[in-house]
């Protein structure tokens, strides 16, 4: 099959000129401007994907990972309470 169904979940927040070609992006996900998700990316739940990231084909980000870079790799570890920032921070993007 030359075609997959692309799943997102709730409360993710994507920024400007990003190009999404992920197979699953998980809730509670920010991904800054500028960024390519490769092929078939998925993005466990709360992580965060820096601006002018490149995620290659097939990469899998684990939760609370913070990647960055071109290729884009882990850079870091997002607190536990970043799903709470983030759904906060979605629900206040959706009211403007």
């Known amino acids: ?4 169904k692309m799943v997102v979940g709730s409360y993710v927040i994507c ?7 992920s197979l699953c992006i ?13 092929k078939h990316t998925v993005l466990k739940d709360c992580c965060l994907v820096c601006p ?5 084909p097939y990469m899998v980000v684990p939760p609370f990972a913070i990647v960055e870079g071109a290729p884009a790799r882990i850079v870091g570890e997002l607190p536990e309470s970043a799903n709470s ?5 979605a629900e206040r ?3 403007n």
Do not use: H, M, N, T
Request: with cysteine; proline share 3%.
């Open 93 to 95: 993007i959706c009211k």
């Open 26 to 38: 998980g809730s509670f996900v920010r991904i800054g401007d500028g960024c390519v998700l490769g």
């Open 52 to 56: 002018g990231a490149v995620l290659p």
């Open 15 to 21: 920024g400007r000129d990003c190009v999404i070609e």
């Open 85 to 89: 920032e983030y759904k906060l921070l």
């Open 1 to 4: 099959c030359q075609w997959s």
